[in-house]
């Protein structure tokens, strides 16, 4: 979680992102953010998020986006 906070930090360093919900919902990641987020992901925990895992519900949170990656890691 903390490699994912540190990847979300260089994004927004403004944003407490260990407590903030509604990331997609209240316009604080955009899609360029998102790109940017799938590409890091991929980077430093080796796990490719497949099209259709890119929802809003899926990146609304730091941890509705660390239980993405446990999900598809584990598949």
Sequence with gaps: MDKLIEILKDLHDDVDFESTEGLIDDG???SLDIVTLI?????????VIPPE???????NSAQAIMAL???????
């Design 28 to 30: 604080i990641l955009d």
């Design 39 to 47: 590409t890091e992901i991929d980077s430093e925990f080796g796990v």
């Design 53 to 59: 895992e890119i929802v809003p519900e899926n990146f």
């Design 69 to 75: 990656i446990n999900r598809i890691d584990e598949d």
